[in-house]
């Protein structure tokens, strides 16, 4: 189950448009409000949070939640529960370096906004709460986009089940897309209808 | 007790001796030859590394086994396919509803113990291919919890089975029918025995003496527990590549170790400081 299944819509691009369909697996999601000349997305084989072989929670950028114009960001992170593996100690929801409480998990969490939350599925075990699966879930109204939990959830750490979208019901389009010009890694890329199949782009309803 | 790489062989190529795009599983029989299976093939080398034979399977393999009457058995999508040391196909175990994705395979007496990652327990069965029962199904999460889809074990001198449980961050002992005897391990970063993570230890062996050999994913790691799960020591993780996950193990008659390198696609060697266990 993903956690926002009408949002699962995936933009199949061919091979046209040259390096921006180099894309890497992450899909890539649109929306109603997509603007029809093109829209901004996030390159997850550019981003240093999402894309493979860079790892460490310390290497996390916030450029994402610290340089776009719109307050809070217009990037969000969205677990997909389809790959989250509801570990009993996600390292994106805990700060695993920090002190281990009597209950044998860690006592901090890594998300600086408090944004994630994590709930037992099914009963709990009350004598071995580590004999459960627990769901990680994202709230919208306080994740700023900063990637820090993307960075923890990537393989082989995690599952690299959270990911990183631009929302395109926040993003105004202002077309010099600030994050563009300041992201390290070029990982901003503004892709128009035309590279979608059939030249339509394929809408979900964030 | 120290353990250092004595060798690495295999790699990622396109010889007769590599592996072009995977490395899953390894197993090793009494002879001490050393079995890996990747790229839908088996392929056998002696303790050099150098390559003895190899041959086809019909589906990806993830993990062999060798019987004590060389059987060597690979854990498929599906099903299990059994060969004779010459590599013939003896004939194929196809249990859809319990052999859905075979991890880790294991035998006492008569009995063959058959790990479904996507059921997350462990089958048992006879020699004859006939279901037994079920080991680690029973239990409020029915079943191990193995976020990373792979499940590994193995059977010690008494019938005891010794499963990693990767959520759990514990090694959990099973009787073959079924019953919890113990466990040991628990979630930390900061001591070498703990194990860190989201998910850990991925992969198990044992030592002839029984001592408990596993591997860890980020950072990629191999420790050493004695039996009572008492940390012993660990290798890594510089010797491999950072991105490695289930990283299976087998340990020889010499007590040498023998570990994948799931990216790089090689077979890593270490020994005991001092000879053999
Ligand atoms: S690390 Fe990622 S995949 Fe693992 S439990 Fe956390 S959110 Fe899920
Ligand atoms: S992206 Fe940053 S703010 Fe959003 S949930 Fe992850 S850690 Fe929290
Ligand atoms: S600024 Fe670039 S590298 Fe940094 S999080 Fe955003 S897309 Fe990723």
Redesign the pocket.
């Known amino acids: 189950m993903n956690e926002e299944p009408t949002r699962r819509d995936v933009l199949g691009y061919g091979a046209r448009g040259a390096g921006l369909l180099v894309l890497g697996s992450t899909a890539f999601y649109l929306t109603k409000k997509a603007h029809a000349k093109g829209v901004w997305v996030i390159d997850p084989a550019k981003c240093i949070n999402i894309r493979l072989g860079t790892t460490g929670i310390d290497q996390f950028c916030d450029k994402c939640a610290t340089t776009c114009v719109i307050p809070l960001s217009a990037v969000r992170a969205v ?1 997909d529960f389809s ?5 009993c100690i ?4 805990f700060d695993v370096a920090s002190d281990i409480g009597r209950d044998g998990l860690p006592v901090r969490k890594l998300c600086p906004r408090d944004a ?1 939350t994590r709930e037992a599925i099914g009963d709990v075990d009350p004598d071995d709460p580590l004999n459960n699966f ?1 769901e ?1 879930t994202i709230d919208k109204t306080k994740c700023n986009g900063c990637g820090k ?1 993307v960075m ?2 990537k393989e082989p ?6 990911r990183l979208e631009i929302r395109y019901d926040l993003c105004t389009d202002c077309n010099r897309c600030a994050i563009s010009t300041a992201c390290p890694e070029d990982a901003l890329a503004r892709i128009t209808r035309d590279l979608a199949p059939g030249g339509k782009a394929v809408e979900s309803s964030h | 007790m120290q353990y250092r790489q004595v060798s690495v062989f295999a790699g990622k190529g396109t010889g007769a001796d590599r592996f072009a795009e995977t490395l899953y599983g390894i197993g090793i029989d009494a002879a001490d030859l050393i079995y890996a299976v990747g790229d839908s093939e088996v392929k056998v080398f002696d303790t050099q590394g150098r390559l003895q034979q190899r041959w086809a399977t019909e589906k990806p393999g993830y993990c062999v086994s060798i019987s004590a009457d060389r059987t060597v058995y690979v854990g498929e999508i599906g099903q299990v396919e059994l060969f004779d040391a010459g590599g013939r196909r003896k004939t194929a175990w196809t249990d859809p509803e319990r052999l859905g994705f075979v991890t880790s395979i294991g035998f006492f007496g008569d009995n063959v113990f058959i790990a479904d990652a996507k059921d997350r327990c462990i089958r048992r069965y006879n020699k004859s291919g006939e279901w037994i029962n079920n080991i680690g199904k029973d239990n409020r999460t029915k079943g191990f919890l193995i ?1 990373n889809g792979y499940l590994d074990f193995a059977v010690d001198k008494e019938g005891v089975l010794h499963v990693a449980n990767p959520a759990k961050h514990r090694i959990e002992r099973y009787t073959m029918n079924d019953e919890l005897l113990g466990y040991f391990g628990r979630f930390g970063t900061r001591q070498p025995e703990d194990f860190p993570g ?2 850990n230890p991925t992969n198990l062996t044992l030592t002839r003496q029984g001592d408990v050999v596993v591997t860890e994913k980020a950072a990629p790691r191999l420790k050493f527990y004695d039996r009572s799960g008492k940390f012993l020591t660990f290798v890594g993780p510089e010797l491999f590549d950072p991105n490695c996950k289930n990283m299976d193990i087998a340990v020889d008659s010499q007590g040498r170790v023998y570990v994948l390198d799931t990216i790089r696609l090689n077979i890593h060697v270490f020994a005991c400081e001092g000879g053999a266990d």
């Open positions: 677990n790959k989250c593996g509801r570990c996600c390292p994106a929801y994630i627990y990680y939990c923890a959830c750490a995690g599952l690299g089940s959270i | 976020p989201c998910c």
